[in-house]
């Protein structure tokens, strides 16, 4: 006996189109992974950034840091040493009064140039 095999509708068109749903499907599948892993190295490209980013303002840091170590130890050597103020005895009216009796004991001729500025030097420094 002979058995009628059942026929399939569309042989070839019904293969091509499954083929290109099964290659469409693949298609979307490989883009959407495409996508998940751009997504990730995005992700780390940016995480590695803004690590260097960080060790970047840290050296920049360290660098005005230590400038300003080494101006401030300038500025602490160039700096001139202090000297304790100098006193001057005020001149009162005696020494005053004595240097004009000497200068017109020097005008009358009582004293030599020499002797009044002995005198002179004697009265000031004492």
């Known amino acids: 006996m002979f058995r009628a095999r059942p026929m399939r509708r569309g042989g070839l068109v019904r ?3 499954t083929t290109a749903v099964v290659a469409g499907t693949a298609g979307a599948v490989a883009h959407h992974q495409n996508q998940k892993y ?3 190295e995005q992700e780390a490209y940016a995480e590695q950034t ?8 840290a050296d920049l ?3 005005v840091s230590a400038m300003q170590s ?3 130890y300038s500025a602490a050597q160039v700096a001139p040493p202090a000297y304790p103020p ?3 005895a005020p001149m009162g009216p005696d ?3 004595q240097l004009q009796q000497l200068a017109e004991m020097k005008q009358s001729g009582l004293l030599s140039e020499a002797e009044f500025q002995a005198a002179k030097a004697k009265l ?3």
């Open 15 to 17: 293969a091509a189109a």
């Open 38 to 40: 751009a997504a990730q």
């Open 50 to 57: 803004a690590i260097q980013s960080q060790d970047q303002i």
């Open 61 to 63: 840091q360290a660098q």
């Open 70 to 72: 080494q101006q401030a």
């Open 86 to 88: 100098q006193s001057y």
């Open 95 to 97: 020494v005053m009064t």
């Open 124 to 126: 000031l420094a004492g």
